[in-house]
T-cell receptor
Framework: QKEVEQNSGPLSVPEGAIASLNCTYS??????FFWYRQYSGKSPELIMS????GDKEDGRFTAQLNKASQYVSLLIRDSQPSDSATYLC??????????FGSGTRLLVRP | KAGVTQTPRYLIKTRGQQVTLSCSPI?????VSWYQQTPGQGLQFLFE???????NKGNFPGRFSGRQFSNSRSEMNVSTLELGDSALYLC???????????FGQGTRLTVV
């Protein structure tokens, strides 16, 4: 059973701090990795995609991928209360099936 | 560019009934995937269609089925509804294999 693991949280950080969200996956054949943000009662929204080892930055968000360690992370700099949401890590396996972690709930305290 | 459209947004059905949900992907996208989301189980993969062919299937009973039309629109059907089928059903579309998937607003199904 291919799995994607995330700490459910909640992860609580003060406004302006860096939030660090982590994810591990089991399928070594995975090639595509995604982070989604989901507000309560809404559908998931894609915020980052990463395909190769290293860092990828987009505004306040940085995704990090380490395929050798089967580890993906998302850093949110200058966290805002509006960033409070559940963050879902998703991994596309070798058969193009997108597998989601259970999500980490982030709370940004004003 | 229009996003992924799911209809209806809300549904209330009685146990034993069947239901059909619809998903129109982003124009040009050929892959449509369906997910069930419940508080206890998170996002569970149902199936994926690409160019009218089911390419992947999750671990759901045969009561859950789907299809994709030549215009890439997809439908999902659940027969003999059970209380446990109450969930948010999400569809996501993507362009080609391995690329980003975008979700619709979802259909919230309540079975009473």
């Amino acid at each position: 059973q291919k799995e994607v693991e995330q700490n459910s949280g909640p992860l609580s950080v003060p406004e302006g701090a860096i939030a660090s969200l982590n994810c591990t996956y089991s399928d070594r054949g995975s090639q595509s990795f995604f982070w989604y943000r989901q507000y309560s009662g809404k559908s998931p929204e894609l915020i980052m995609s990463i395909y190769s080892n290293g860092d990828k930055e987009d505004g306040r968000f940085t995704a990090q991928l380490n395929k050798a360690s089967q580890y993906v992370s998302l850093l949110i700099r200058d966290s805002q209360p509006s960033d409070s949401a559940t963050y879902l890590c998703a991994v596309m396996d070798s058969s193009y099936k997108l597998i989601f972690g259970s999500g980490t709930r982030l709370l940004v305290r004003p | 560019k229009a996003g992924v459209t799911q209809t209806p947004r809300y549904l209330i059905k009685t146990r034993g009934q069947q239901v059909t949900l619809s998903c129109s992907p982003i124009s040009g996208h050929r892959s449509v995937s369906w997910y069930q989301q419940t508080p206890g189980q998170g996002l569970q993969f149902l199936f994926e269609y690409f160019s009218e062919t089911q390419r992947n299937k999750g671990n759901f009973p045969g009561r859950f089925s789907g299809r994709q039309f030549s215009n890439s629109r997809s439908e999902m059907n659940v027969s003999t509804l059970e209380l446990g089928d109450s969930a948010l059903y999400l569809c996501a579309s993507s362009g080609t294999s391995g690329t980003e998937a975008f979700f619709g607003q979802g259909t919230r199904l309540t079975v009473v």
